[in-house]
């Protein structure tokens, strides 16, 4: 090879440059990546709704020594703790060996909620042979992706006498599945013309569930009782318990490589699992001297409002009895503290760039993307991290050898997006977005890069270092 010249070594020093992480790899890293994302994978199999997810957090946690933490409880260095709150978000947390007051807390914020079609409170009707379940769906979707897919329930079902009963079907081999009908092409020239917003309208999200009449002439909505003598022999529910119930349709399908060298994983919910399960793993298995928090929460997609959103107080109130236990002034620690606000942003895709600015969009592979500001129109509703925590995030990416990338979601007047770091920021906690880019974000099966992930998950060891 003919030496460079000073043009390009100059070039070679001044100049970024993307990498894609996957070319940067040794053979050994490649090999961690695809390892990693077997877990990753059995994790989203596992955990289709944020209590599933809670609940594999949980036992992970615990088959690695954590106990259960309430507040008010002792803590002292060296402990490995989860914090429950309603079975529907979860922290996992260490306590580290630096001065909580000098050192702050390290935490990683992730939601385990994703996009899907919730079963309303007095949802079950028979109409021309069929059963169906009404739906609200349940964050921002494209409402004619969920049709004419394969759909399973999950969740749970609060009886009359206060019983909880779950439910999951359509996950396993033999299980039925359930679906949302479309039209069909020859009958669909009206729906085709029309705004694809309106192709599938809300109250046309019902759920097929029956279609086997029950057994006695003198009944009249013979399906619908078929349907509720199943769930009662099945599960003891009646129809009034439908309302306490909290049921969601999610897709029935099961994360499966993508392409013919595996590189990527397509399945239902990376947006927010692909950055929970990084954090969770980081925090489980790996020590740390300082006090690590992986934040499992709820409802971000709907303004991550409520006792299980970021926003409920109940997580203030965790930092501060964590504080308390440790003789900290929680003042003092969350002013010290740091967040990556882990979630995921759009990856640019080539089959839709015009809706990208590609120099700052981010791209498959390489690497975890940060995001300094997140919103819409303006920065509006975002944490525009500073410059100065930026650049603290950064050098503790170089020191570890972090593949990672910054982005920006689309171009500036096309949309935008939100996420729970500004809620953490709000308690004087610097934050950033820390995420992996996502294609076909909150469709039923999206998909995302195994280099990314993985970069997700040394991004977070690097933060814990
Ligand atoms: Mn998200
Ligand atoms: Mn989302």
Not at 314 to 334: C, P, Q, T, Y
Request: contains cysteine; aromatic residues 10%; negative net charge.
């Amino acid at each position: 090879m003919s030496e460079k010249s000073k043009g390009q070594l100059l070039q070679e020093e001044l100049s970024y440059k993307k990498l894609n992480y996957f070319e940067k790899a040794s053979e050994e890293e490649r090999q961690e990546i695809f390892a990693y994302a077997e877990g990753y994978k059995a994790f989203l199999d596992a955990a289709k709704t944020e209590r599933e997810a809670c609940e594999f957090a949980v036992l992970l946690a615990k088959d690695a020594g954590f106990t259960e933490y309430h507040f008010g409880d002792p803590l002292a260095a060296g402990d490995k703790k989860y914090f429950v709150n309603r079975g529907k978000s979860v922290v996992v947390f260490r306590v580290g060996s630096e001065n909580l007051e000098e050192d702050g807390f390290r935490l990683i914020a992730s939601h385990i909620d994703a996009p899907r079609i919730d079963i309303k409170q007095n949802p079950l009707y028979e109409d021309s042979g069929m059963a169906f379940l009404k739906t609200h769906y349940y964050g921002g979707i494209k409402k004619y992706q969920w049709t004419a897919i394969p759909l399973a329930l999950h969740g749970v079902v609060i009886l009359k006498d206060g019983t909880k009963v779950c439910v999951r079907v359509g996950e396993e081999k033999d299980d039925p599945v359930f679906y949302i009908d479309d039209l069909l092409p020859h009958l669909g020239g009206e729906q085709m013309s029309g705004k694809a917003s309106a192709i599938i309208d809300g109250e046309q999200l019902n759920v097929l569930v029956g279609g086997l009449p029950y057994a006695d002439r003198e009944v009249s909505e013979k399906v619908k009782l078929s349907v509720l003598s199943v769930l009662h022999e099945k599960y003891g529910i009646t129809e009034e318990d439908f309302l306490s119930a909290e049921l969601s349709a999610v897709p029935a399908f099961g994360a499966r490589d993508v392409g013919f060298d595996r590189a990527l994983i397509a399945a239902y919910g990376h947006d927010d699992r692909v950055c929970a399960y990084p954090a969770l793993t980081a925090v489980v298995f790996n020590e740390s001297r300082h006090t690590v928090l992986a934040m499992l929460v709820d409802k971000e997609e709907i303004g991550s409002e409520g006792t299980t959103g970021i926003q409920s107080k109940v997580f203030e109130d965790l930092m501060e009895e964590i504080s308390l236990a440790l003789g900290a002034n929680f003042r003092k620690v969350r002013a010290q503290s740091k967040c990556l606000s882990s979630d995921v942003t759009a990856a640019y895709d080539p089959n839709f760039a015009g809706v990208y600015e590609k120099m700052n969009a981010a791209m498959v592979s390489c690497g975890t993307a940060m995001c300094k500001f997140t919103g819409a129109r303006g920065k509006s509703g975002s944490n525009d991290a500073n410059a100065e925590f930026v650049g603290e995030v950064r050098k503790m990416f170089a020191e570890e050898g972090v593949v990672w990338q910054t982005a920006e979601l689309g171009k500036v007047d096309v949309g935008g997006g939100g996420t729970v770091a500004k809620f953490v920021a709000n308690l004087n906690i610097d934050t950033v977005d820390l995420g992996v880019p996502v294609i076909s974000m909150h469709a039923p099966y999206e998909v995302v890069s195994k280099a990314d992930v993985y970069s997700n998950y040394r991004a977070f060891l690097a933060f814990m270092k």
